[in-house]
C-alpha cells in the first residue's frame, strides 16, 4: 500500500485537505479546521505540490482544466459518472438527470446523484458544476454557499459575468 500524504490550502471557499501519493491525488475536501496530522510531513511529494499550484491558477483565474493523475476507490458506476463529471466544461452546468443520460440511463438521477456526492476530489472532479433539473442549486457536500461560489466563479472568469442563483 502506497503512502498517503496530506497537506492543506487555504483558497476562497476555505480550508482544502489534499490527499494523495507519489503518483496521484486522491482527495481534494473541504475542511472548517485543520486536523491533527501524523508523519509525512518532511516530504510533500510534487504532485500535491502541482495540485496546490493548479488550485491557485483555478482560483485566480487562470486554470480552467487540471491535468493532474486522480485516484478515488469507487464502483464501476461511481467511476463512469466521476468521469462524466470531467466532460462538463468548465462555467457550464448540467443538471442530475442530464447527467443520468450521459450514463446511459435517465431513470437513474437518483444512483448519479448519489456517485456525485461520494466524489472525494472536489473541484478538480467538478461535481459542483450539477444543478437540478429546474436550474437550482442542490446537494453539495461542500455547502450549497461553496457551491454557488465555485459556479459564479466560473461563469464570471469563463463568460465575463457573474450570475446569481
Not at 488550485?55 to 468521469?83: C, M, S
Request: some cysteine; aromatic content about 10%; overall charge positive.
Amino acid at each position: 500500500m502506497a503512502d498517503i500524504f496530506t497537506t492543506y490550502y487555504h483558497s476562497p471557499v476555505g480550508l482544502l485537505k489534499i490527499s494523495g501519493t507519489e503518483n496521484y491525488i486522491s482527495e481534494v475536501s473541504f475542511h472548517d479546521v485543520t486536523e491533527k496530522s501524523e508523519g509525512n510531513k518532511k516530504h510533500l511529494p510534487p504532485i500535491l505540490i502541482h495540485c496546490i499550484e493548479q488550485l491557485i491558477q483555478y482560483f485566480n483565474g487562470e486554470r480552467r482544466v487540471f491535468d493532474l493523475p486522480i485516484n478515488q476507490e469507487g464502483t464501476a458506476f461511481q467511476k463512469e459518472v466521476w468521469n462524466e463529471l470531467c466532460t462538463i466544461p468548465y462555467g457550464r452546468t448540467i443538471s442530475y438527470l442530464d447527467l443520468a443520460r450521459k450514463t446511459g440511463d435517465p431513470k437513474a438521477t437518483r444512483a448519479v446523484a448519489n456517485a456525485n456526492g461520494k466524489n472525494n476530489v472536489a473541484i478538480i472532479v467538478p461535481c459542483h458544476r450539477v444543478i437540478g433539473s429546474d436550474k437550482t442549486l442542490v446537494g453539495y457536500g461542500g455547502g450549497l454557499w461553496r457551491k454557488k461560489w465555485l459556479l459564479e466563479h466560473e461563469m464570471k472568469v469563463a463568460h465575463g459575468v457573474q450570475t446569481l442563483f
